[in-house]
């Protein structure tokens, strides 16, 4: 059984830095054709795609967040990492990671999400 | 940055009916367009990928169409746990994904 859950901190002061972890069981980071993606949804609001990173470490980020953003992984830990700097009360938002399945005829999809964590950032 | 149009942005319908969701691209996608169904409080979750692909598991009510820029969602026969929002989501981009502004599916 595939599953990912998502884990860090519920409240960030504006400035600072979120460190969210992905923790992933039921397939490995290594397989070819997969990766995860990082999601967030404020409340009430649409989804917005942050980052992802593939099994090759090919990294691709959100343009209007890529100088915020940093993705990385864990093979051996099964973890994958996404930080956000200089965090601001807009960045309130439920943060999903997701698995994606990926091939040339069908593209990229998210086939498996994790629970999500909410962030709140207050001082 | 490709956007993503869904439209409409909310409807209401009756147990029963047929309900047509729409996505446009800002640009040709092929048919690299997935959709998803989110409950309150949720997350979402994969109903049809590269356009038309039903995901393993999901009802056969829902189906997938389109190519290009212009796709639809559509559930033949609206049943009550289909109530949600759905969201498209296009994967032309080989660095990044767009999600459109979701539609919210209503009682009447």
């Known amino acids: 059984q595939v599953t990912l859950k998502e884990s860090g901190p519920v409240l960030v002061k504006p400035t600072e830095t979120l460190t969210l972890t992905c923790t992933v069981s039921?397939?490995?980071?290594?397989?070819?054709?997969?990766?995860v993606s990082w999601i967030r949804q404020p409340p009430g609001k649409a989804l917005e795609w942050l980052a992802h990173?593939?099994?090759?470490?090919?990294?691709s980020y959100s343009t209007s967040l890529k100088s915020r953003l940093t993705i990385s992984k864990d093979t051996s830990k099964s973890q994958v990492v996404l930080t956000m700097t200089n965090m601001d009360p807009v960045d309130t938002a439920t943060y999903y990671c997701?698995?994606?399945?990926?091939?040339?005829?069908?593209?990229?999809?998210?086939?498996?999400w994790g629970k999500g964590t909410t962030v709140t950032v207050s001082s | 940055d490709i956007q993503m149009t869904q439209s409409p942005s909310s409807l209401s319908a009756s147990v029963g009916d047929r309900v047509t969701i729409t996505c446009r691209a800002s640009?040709?996608?092929?048919?690299?367009l997935n959709w998803y169904q989110q409950k309150p409080g949720k997350a979402p979750k994969l109903l049809i990928y590269?356009?038309?692909s039903l995901q393993s598991g999901v009802p056969s009510r829902f189906s997938g169409s389109g190519s290009g820029t212009d796709f639809t969602l559509t559930i033949s026969s609206l049943q009550p746990e289909d109530f949600a929002t759905y969201y498209c989501?296009?994967?032309?981009?080989?660095?990044?994904?767009?999600f459109g502004g979701g539609t919210k599916v209503e009682i009447k």
């Open positions: 989501q296009q994967s032309y981009s080989k660095g990044s994904s767009t």
């Open positions: 640009q040709s996608i092929s048919s690299y």
């Open positions: 990173i593939f099994s090759n470490d090919e990294k």
């Open positions: 997701a698995r994606i399945v990926s091939g040339y005829y069908t593209g990229n999809y998210m086939d498996v």
């Open positions: 590269a356009a038309s």
């Open positions: 039921g397939f490995s980071l290594s397989n070819a054709r997969m990766g």
